[in-house]
Structure formats: structure tokens, C-alpha cells
């Protein structure tokens, strides 16, 4: 069993930068992708980020690419999402999630049904 916690979401200004922490307790290691996904009031849970956990390989939903970056911290069980240039489309609610899904497992275009393991999500808020 794997447990996801989120944190250091909150408010910022348009074009500031928040990094984002997903704290994982369990078995976590090699063979999991972490991935990041958001919602929006009225709109589906999408794909943000993910970072495989093993070789540390990331990928990135294009609305975001060039203004986050997925990383993980294996001493800190730990994996990050350090969000730049935010703009205000970037408000919601961000959740962080894990699969096991081999060493070299899919870590871009995650889909939410393909996760197995979510955190409660920590809301971020762009101010324009």
C-alpha cells in the first residue's frame, strides 16, 4: 500500500513560480511512475507531469512544457512539481499519483483511470 500526501499549494501571482511536494510513505521505488494531474471546476482531471521513479526519465502535457518540471527524491521518498511562469489557466486543484507500471513505463499522457494510488490534492491559485 502506498500513501501520497501533497503540499505548498496556496496563492501566487501571475508569472511567479510554486513548487509543489508529493511525500510518499509504503512500498515506492523502481517500476513506479509519479505522475501530476489537475482539475478545474467543471473540467476533467488532466495530465500535468510524470517522473518515473527508477531512472528519474519525465515527461509533460504541452500546455505545461518549458514551465514545470517533474523530479523525485528517492533518500526523501519524495517527488516534486516546480511550477514557473504560472499563469492563471494553471488554477486548480493539483493531485499527485502513482502506478507501477515496470522500469520503463509510459510517463507521459498518463491517463487518471491508469493510477492506482492518489493523494487528496492541494490547491493552487494563479492571481492575474
Known amino acids: 500500500q502506498v500513501q501520497l500526501v501533497e503540499s505548498g499549494g496556496g496563492l501566487v501571482q501571475a508569472g511567479g513560480s510554486l513548487r509543489l511536494s508529493c511525500a510518499a510513505s509504503?512500498?515506492?521505488?523502481?517500476?513506479?511512475?509519479m505522475g501530476w494531474f489537475r482539475q478545474s471546476p467543471g473540467k476533467e482531471r488532466e495530465f500535468v507531469g510524470g517522473?518515473?521513479?527508477?531512472?528519474?526519465?519525465?515527461g509533460y502535457a504541452d500546455s505545461v512544457k518549458g514551465r514545470f518540471t517533474s523530479s523525485r527524491d528517492n533518500a526523501a521518498n519524495t517527488a516534486y512539481l516546480q511550477m514557473n511562469s504560472v499563469k492563471a489557466e494553471d488554477t486548480a486543484v493539483y493531485y499527485c499519483?502513482?502506478?507501477?507500471?515496470?522500469?520503463?513505463?509510459?510517463?507521459?499522457?498518463?491517463?487518471?483511470?491508469?493510477?492506482?494510488?492518489w493523494g487528496k490534492g492541494t490547491l493552487v491559485t494563479v492571481s492575474s
Open positions: 509504503g512500498r515506492i521505488g523502481s517500476g513506479y511512475t
Open positions: 499519483a502513482a502506478v507501477f507500471n515496470g522500469p520503463f513505463g509510459v510517463v507521459r499522457n498518463l491517463h487518471p483511470g491508469a493510477m492506482t494510488y
Open positions: 517522473v518515473r521513479w527508477g531512472d528519474g526519465a519525465t
